[in-house]
């Protein structure tokens, strides 16, 4: 059973950020990798590169759809953003750590 909130869960430890991404919430991927990387480094989202300079957002989001025979089970996908190394596992984990 997967939980739906509004806001993604979070945990820092320092040396890397971690965000819980729920599929079924209605914010995009894409502006949750950048409130995560935003949260890391202490700057406004504002302040960021665009994401798309880092990755697509549209095949990122396209990735970590759910499949017509349920969600992803396995898989990530890691890239450089904003100097920070970001990793998105199928599970819904953003974790972001300093490079």
């Not at 079924?24 to 890391?40: H, M, N, Q």
């Amino acid at each position: 059973m997967t939980k739906t909130s509004s806001r993604p869960q979070s945990t820092a430890h320092g040396d890397h950020h971690a965000v819980q991404y729920d599929r079924l919430d209605d914010e995009p991927l894409s502006v949750t990798v950048a409130d995560a990387v935003a949260t890391f480094t202490g700057v406004e989202v504002t302040d960021l590169e665009p994401l798309h300079y880092a990755i697509n957002a549209d095949a990122l989001e396209r990735l970590f759809e759910p499949r017509t025979d349920g969600r992803r089970s396995d898989g990530s996908v890691t890239f450089e953003y904003s100097d920070c190394l970001v990793t998105i596992t199928a599970d819904g984990e953003i974790r972001v750590a300093s490079i």
